[in-house]
């Protein structure tokens, strides 16, 4: 039987998320009784706060376990909306904003509301390994705007202008960035607007999951200017910022036309969001990140992580890494290593590497041809600073091996 021909032509076309299948092979190897350290997985390896925690508890007890409203409940709503304006000084009524299953699937809303066959959606240059897949499930077109290294992993004012055509949608990009850890500035953000304010037609999609890991400065929206605040569906969750990953609790803010084909779509496939997630989540979003000793604690570690792996990686020849200000990754350059071999195995490009590391350092890593980028490869330091160095050991053993 040729499954291929029973299989819709939608789901050929989406490729397994390489987080996922680095994940998957991983775990196999410590099936066999190999000893892994997994950088690849994009989880806080913290526990979520304890009142967030008593909050769902008393919600099972209260018996709030019955259909929530589509769209989330009312009391989450509003303290989205709130959180909006106390954190980011953005307004939004409590009608703007859809509660979803994890910011992945405020995300798939979006695209399936206002992507038709044949739109394009820029993506910059590292990109979570999702949105090109996403685009496509929507019936959309990928369309890449790539980044180095050099630029700190971020495009211009210049490389957006070039890229944006009649058939252009939207453009979606997350800052701070998942996988390179990079941050946009005001400035750069602004720059990025006034591109966009002169192209109407296409959509803004920023996602702003790691809103709360952010090491210098404050955060920064592209919402906050007027110019283009019409046309932005802000992507946010608790998955990050409280370590919430297990909840699944996302949430966006748009036009109100735009939150109303959200709410349409959601309440046809999957309804309204787990009721004791919710109240979970309600209890996250309303304390305010100066207040909490948990987010606090977690962003002392990552930055100490970060830089215990930043210090480490740049003293290994032919690794460039950059120095992130943000989320829980570094995303170096290791180019230097294609056409290598250590006599058996010839590296050809980031994946080769990745298994290469795997199979000979039993490091679990991601490669940068998933997000974009084939000349790196992704670390996650959401793991702690014995296995990070015991991580950078191994490989620099590996590494040392190849000629």
Known sequence: MDTKQILSKRVQSVCESATLEMTRKSRELRDQGIDVITLSI????????????QAAIQAINNNNTHYPPVPGIPELRKAIADKLLRDNNLVYKPSQIIVSAG??????????????????????APFWVSYPEMVKMAGGVPV???????????????????????????????????????VYSKDELESLAKVLAKNKHVFIFSDEIYEYIHFEGKHESIAQFPEVFENIILINGLSKGFAMTGWRVGYMAAPQYIA????????????GTCTISQAAALKAV?????????????????????????DRLKKIKGVIPNLP?????????ISYYFGKTDGTTMVRNSYDLCLYLLANAH???????????????RFSYATSKELIGEAVDRIEKALGLLH
Do not use: H, W
Request: charged letters at 20%; aromatic letters at 10%.
């Open 286 to 310: 309303t304390t305010n990140p100066d207040d909490s000793i948990e987010l606090k604690d977690m962003l002392s570690q990552f930055l100490e992580r970060r830089n215990l792996l930043y």
């Open 144 to 182: 890449i705007i790539q980044s180095t290294v050099e630029q700190d992993f971020k495009i211009s004012a210049d490389q957006l202008t070039r890229a944006i055509t009649p058939k252009t949608k939207a453009f979606i990009f997350s800052s701070p960035c998942n996988p390179s850890g990079s």
């Open 103 to 124: 910011a992945k699937q405020s995300i798939m809303n979006a695209f399936f509301s206002l992507i038709n066959d044949g739109d394009e959606v820029l993506i910059p």
């Open 42 to 53: 994009g989880e806080p390896d913290f526990n979520t706060p304890e009142d967030v925690k």
């Open 363 to 377: 490091v679990a890593l991601v490669s940068g041809d998933a997000f974009g980028c084939d000349n790196c490869i």
């Open 325 to 333: 200000t943000g989320a829980f990754y570094l995303f170096p350059d």
């Open 260 to 271: 109303d084909a959200c709410n349409t779509f959601q309440g046809q496939y999957t309804s």
